[in-house]
C-alpha cells in the first residue's frame, strides 16, 4: 500500500514505516503530524484519485536538519564586482507510522 500526499507545496509518495526529508514542518521532535491532503492511493491494486480518496496519513517528527550549503555567486568580468552568498535550507525528518 502505498500513498501520494502532498506536504509543504511538494508531492511525495510514501509507504508505512518509510522515513523521509521534507521540507521544514512545525513542530519539535517527538511529536505527531497528520497530513490530510492526500492525491491517490494505492490499495492491493485498486487506485484512488481526486476526490475518492478518504486516507489520512500520520507521521511522527524525527528530527529537524540542514541541508547543504548552496552558493550563489555573482561576478562581472573587468569591474571589479562580486557577490557572494550562501544558504542552507531547513528540513524536517518524518516517519510514517501509518496511512489510514
Do not use: C, W
Amino acid at each position: 500500500m502505498f500513498a501520494v500526499v502532498k506536504i509543504a507545496g511538494q508531492q511525495f509518495r510514501v509507504q508505512k514505516d518509510q522515513t523521509l526529508f521534507v521540507p521544514h514542518v512545525d513542530g519539535n521532535a517527538g511529536d505527531k503530524v497528520e497530513f490530510a491532503e492526500v492525491l491517490l492511493v494505492d490499495t492491493d491494486g485498486t487506485l484512488s484519485v481526486g476526490k475518492d480518496v478518504k486516507a489520512v496519513i500520520k507521521a511522527e517528527i524525527v528530527s529537524h536538519v540542514q541541508g547543504n550549503k548552496v552558493i550563489a555567486f555573482k561576478m562581472k568580468r573587468r569591474k571589479g564586482f562580486r557577490k557572494k552568498h550562501g544558504h542552507r535550507t531547513h528540513y524536517t525528518k518524518i516517519k510514517i507510522n501509518e496511512i489510514a
